[in-house]
């Protein structure tokens, strides 16, 4: 049995879904924004209000939801991977995260 989850994807530009309800690992999912549609199976148990990788994200690479950056990835996220504190880092409000124009 196929089932549609619930999920969304607020802006084209986002690297991350966020699941609306929970959804098991091995499940694909397909999400959809203004005319960019991605088919994803994610890699683990996904809760409901958590995110998860929607493409590839390098290490280094900020981290993309709602069209806001919402931290830094710590290390390479695949698609359908769980996306948390686990493989991000925040960045807002950190001094030594300041780009200081010289």
């Known amino acids: 049995m196929i089932k ?4 969304i994807l607020m802006k ?20 959809s924004c203004r005319g960019k ?8 148990d996904i809760e409901f209000g958590h995110k998860f990788a929607v493409t590839l994200i390098t290490e280094g690479t900020d981290i993309l939801k709602y069209g806001e950056v919402i931290g830094r990835a710590s290390q390479n996220i695949e698609p359908g991977a769980h996306v948390h504190v686990h493989n991000i880092e925040g960045i807002r409000g950190r001094g030594d995260q300041i780009e200081i124009n010289k």
């Open 37 to 44: 549609n991605l088919t994803i199976e994610l890699l683990e």
């Open 4 to 7: 549609n989850y619930k999920t």
């Open 12 to 31: 084209p530009e986002d690297l991350v879904a966020t699941a609306l309800e929970n959804i098991p690992a091995n499940a694909i999912v397909t999400v």
